[in-house]
């Protein structure tokens, strides 16, 4: 059996930058507007994260500020039209988050665009866009992210507005006709029945693919022996249990021509599971201290016993750290401290190096946190009398080491660090003589993948020679290289990039339709 | 005591990791199971509890 439905604007995914999208052809008015939705519910990534956002200020100032940080940023790779545009469109998100969705927002750090790209480590950009604007922290319901509000409230929004909802309805393929435009979709109810979808304009914002891991592997995204890890639970960053982000959109549109862009896993590394999160669902309920124990800018190493990154910039939730991440070994890297340091952390940890939240948190016993987590089974830690053990446990070559700790002590006494140029306050020298060594396996996490798809400053999809599909757009985690440079090495995509990216293809589809072409 | 899940659930998964002795997720359904038909006693409060911390005000408790 076979279904139509025939509509004007067809949205795959119901994630921030496909509700974006669909808030704006909604308001466009006199549109009938189907979202397409892989799971039963509304969602994606952004659901189960972001507690606060930025937005650059519709002012020239702000605006040319935030474009400048981006463009340079992005090392002049990304699409600077693109940049121009969303960094326009991120002004309007305190009116639909606030105004519209009635989110509250306690506090809202208005800063001033010189200062915009300036800060380093927590840049509130890990998933909320870059420095790049004022920040507004959110309150959510309950024990949730508010962003899992957002999309839900938005959602009852639209359905006001007449936007009809297909849950688990994936779109599987776009329909290309010779002509080179874009004129529908096919998707497929539970039980199979596939549903013919005729559109004017269709647009693709089903997120990334963090819940694939045989396609992961297969591009390339992942590559490490740990592959444990990127399944449910293993890394709770990675993707949330049972996402339904299965890459659908990027084959889709691979399939019919649409220029392939990179992919990476980014920002978040993290210690992976059991005993880092409270379970497999919520990134930000932590089980013990190790969250913060291992964002403090303390020597890392990866598994050739080398250091690969200047510490101060390692905290957890940067994207540098987890950019550096990918190029080590097996992509983990390995945070070494010993007994005198554990004893520094009892008595505060360094300003500056903890999540907001945490600020003045004291890490005691952290030997006995650690141990609780290896006896329900985590692989991940360790600590041990001698470096040697250390090594032998954590498979890190022992010789590079013990000579990269001998620097780094060195460094540590002479206040220079010639090779990374760490400051001398935070080099933590490392000796057997403390009474123990503590090791921590870090991997790169994140909230999904970002890239794949690039588009245009239209948000329209191009293909292999940079031509505009007519009638293809895309938003979203999908098509942030497009805004951050190619790979999209950093995190941020997930509401700075995301949303406002879904409202420009919203805009552009609503006007192409409308316009008749 | 009965709960239930509204359609709107998200499926986020916060009360599976608050709550893992009331909620189960379901993969083969994309959804979350409530353990029990009606909820004993002893887990009433935390039935409660559960419905205060969902981020979405997807549990519905129906008392007797």
Redesign the interface.
């Given at each position: 059996m076979k279904k139509n439905i025939d509509v004007d604007v067809a949205v795959m995914g119901s994630g921030v930058a496909g509700m974006g999208a669909a808030y704006k052809l909604a308001n466009a008015g006199g549109l009938k507007i189907a979202v397409f939705e892989k799971?039963?519910?509304?969602?994606g990534a952004v659901?189960?994260c972001p507690m606060c956002f930025c937005s650059t200020p519709d002012t020239p100032e702000a605006q040319k500020s935030a474009y400048e940080v981006l463009a340079r940023f992005s090392n002049y790779t990304a699409n600077m039209g693109l940049i121009s545009r969303v960094v326009k469109y991120s002004s309007e998100l305190p009116k639909i988050v606030l105004d519209e969705c009635k989110i509250e927002s306690p506090m809202c750090v208005k800063r001033p665009p010189e200062e915009y790209g300036k800060q380093r480590g927590y840049t509130m950009g890990h998933a909320n866009g870059l420095d790049v604007g004022d920040i507004y922290f959110l309150n959510?319901?309950?024990?949730?992210?508010a962003f899992?509000?957002v999309?839900?409230r938005m959602?009852f929004m639209l359905e006001k507005k007449g936007v009809q909802f297909y849950w688990?309805t994936p779109i599987k393929k776009i329909i290309r006709e010779k002509n080179g435009k874009v004129t529908g979709a096919i998707a497929y109810e539970k039980d199979g029945t596939e549903i013919e979808i005729k559109c004017k304009a269709l647009i693709v914002a089903s997120g990334g693919l963090t819940g694939n891991l045989p396609m992961m592997k297969e591009l390339g995204i992942i590559n490490t022996k740990y592959e444990d890890v990127y399944k449910d639970g293993g890394q709770v960053n990675v993707h949330?249990?049972?996402s339904?982000q299965d890459g659908d959109g990027q084959k889709a549109v691979w399939e019919i021509g649409g220029k392939k862009g990179g992919i990476v896993i980014s920002a978040d590394p993290q210690v992976p599971n059991p005993m880092v999160?409270?379970?497999?669902?919520?990134p930000w309920?932590n089980a013990n201290q190790t969250k913060i124990i291992t964002e403090q800018p303390y020597l890392r190493v990866n598994e050739l016993g080398k250091r690969f990154i200047n510490e101060e910039m390692s905290n957890n939730h940067t994207a540098m750290s987890s950019a550096s991440a990918l190029n080590n070994p097996n992509m983990a890297f390995y945070m070494i401290f010993d007994e005198d340091t554990a004893k520094h952390l009892a008595e505060s940890v360094e300003e500056g190096y903890v999540y907001f939240i945490f600020k003045g948190v004291k890490c005691e016993n952290i030997r006995g946190q650690m141990d609780e987590m290896i006896a329900k089974g985590n692989k991940h830690v360790c600590h041990f009398d001698t470096i040697h053990e250390v090594c032998e446990y954590m498979g890190i070559n022992e010789e590079t080491l013990k000579k990269t700790i001998a620097k780094y002590n060195h460094a540590a006494e002479i206040g220079y660090d010639e090779d990374f140029h760490t400051a001398p306050k935070y080099i933590r020298p490392v000796r057997e003589e403390s009474g123990q060594i503590y090791c921590y396996r870090i991997m790169p996490g994140g909230y999904d993948t970002l890239g794949g798809i690039i588009i245009d400053e239209n948000a329209n999809v191009v293909d292999e020679n940079n031509i505009p599909i007519e009638g293809l757009y895309a938003a979203g985690d999908m098509t942030v290289g497009s805004l951050y440079g190619d790979a999209p090495s950093n995190a941020g995509g997930t509401v700075y990039g995301s949303m406002p990216i879904g409202l420009l293809a919203g805009d552009m589809a609503a006007a192409y339709v409308k316009g008749g072409k | 005591m009965k709960a239930r899940l509204a359609?709107?659930?998200?499926?986020?998964?916060?009360c599976?990791?608050?709550y893992?002795d009331l909620f189960k997720?379901n993969?083969e359904?994309?959804?979350i199971d409530i353990l029990y038909d009606e909820i004993p006693e002893s887990l009433q409060e935390r039935m409660r509890q559960a419905q205060?911390?969902?981020?979405?005000?997807a549990i519905l408790i129906e008392d007797k």
């Amino acid at each position: 059996m076979k279904k139509n439905i025939d509509v004007d604007v067809a949205v795959m995914g119901s994630g921030v930058a496909g509700m974006g999208a669909a808030y704006k052809l909604a308001n466009a008015g006199g549109l009938k507007i189907a979202v397409f939705e892989k799971y039963p519910a509304q969602g994606g990534a952004v659901s189960n994260c972001p507690m606060c956002f930025c937005s650059t200020p519709d002012t020239p100032e702000a605006q040319k500020s935030a474009y400048e940080v981006l463009a340079r940023f992005s090392n002049y790779t990304a699409n600077m039209g693109l940049i121009s545009r969303v960094v326009k469109y991120s002004s309007e998100l305190p009116k639909i988050v606030l105004d519209e969705c009635k989110i509250e927002s306690p506090m809202c750090v208005k800063r001033p665009p010189e200062e915009y790209g300036k800060q380093r480590g927590y840049t509130m950009g890990h998933a909320n866009g870059l420095d790049v604007g004022d920040i507004y922290f959110l309150n959510g319901r309950g024990q949730g992210h508010a962003f899992a509000l957002v999309m839900l409230r938005m959602r009852f929004m639209l359905e006001k507005k007449g936007v009809q909802f297909y849950w688990s309805t994936p779109i599987k393929k776009i329909i290309r006709e010779k002509n080179g435009k874009v004129t529908g979709a096919i998707a497929y109810e539970k039980d199979g029945t596939e549903i013919e979808i005729k559109c004017k304009a269709l647009i693709v914002a089903s997120g990334g693919l963090t819940g694939n891991l045989p396609m992961m592997k297969e591009l390339g995204i992942i590559n490490t022996k740990y592959e444990d890890v990127y399944k449910d639970g293993g890394q709770v960053n990675v993707h949330f249990p049972d996402s339904c982000q299965d890459g659908d959109g990027q084959k889709a549109v691979w399939e019919i021509g649409g220029k392939k862009g990179g992919i990476v896993i980014s920002a978040d590394p993290q210690v992976p599971n059991p005993m880092v999160r409270i379970g497999p669902n919520t990134p930000w309920l932590n089980a013990n201290q190790t969250k913060i124990i291992t964002e403090q800018p303390y020597l890392r190493v990866n598994e050739l016993g080398k250091r690969f990154i200047n510490e101060e910039m390692s905290n957890n939730h940067t994207a540098m750290s987890s950019a550096s991440a990918l190029n080590n070994p097996n992509m983990a890297f390995y945070m070494i401290f010993d007994e005198d340091t554990a004893k520094h952390l009892a008595e505060s940890v360094e300003e500056g190096y903890v999540y907001f939240i945490f600020k003045g948190v004291k890490c005691e016993n952290i030997r006995g946190q650690m141990d609780e987590m290896i006896a329900k089974g985590n692989k991940h830690v360790c600590h041990f009398d001698t470096i040697h053990e250390v090594c032998e446990y954590m498979g890190i070559n022992e010789e590079t080491l013990k000579k990269t700790i001998a620097k780094y002590n060195h460094a540590a006494e002479i206040g220079y660090d010639e090779d990374f140029h760490t400051a001398p306050k935070y080099i933590r020298p490392v000796r057997e003589e403390s009474g123990q060594i503590y090791c921590y396996r870090i991997m790169p996490g994140g909230y999904d993948t970002l890239g794949g798809i690039i588009i245009d400053e239209n948000a329209n999809v191009v293909d292999e020679n940079n031509i505009p599909i007519e009638g293809l757009y895309a938003a979203g985690d999908m098509t942030v290289g497009s805004l951050y440079g190619d790979a999209p090495s950093n995190a941020g995509g997930t509401v700075y990039g995301s949303m406002p990216i879904g409202l420009l293809a919203g805009d552009m589809a609503a006007a192409y339709v409308k316009g008749g072409k | 005591m009965k709960a239930r899940l509204a359609d709107y659930c998200i499926r986020c998964g916060i009360c599976e990791d608050l709550y893992p002795d009331l909620f189960k997720r379901n993969y083969e359904n994309h959804c979350i199971d409530i353990l029990y038909d009606e909820i004993p006693e002893s887990l009433q409060e935390r039935m409660r509890q559960a419905q205060a911390d969902c981020a979405v005000a997807a549990i519905l408790i129906e008392d007797k």
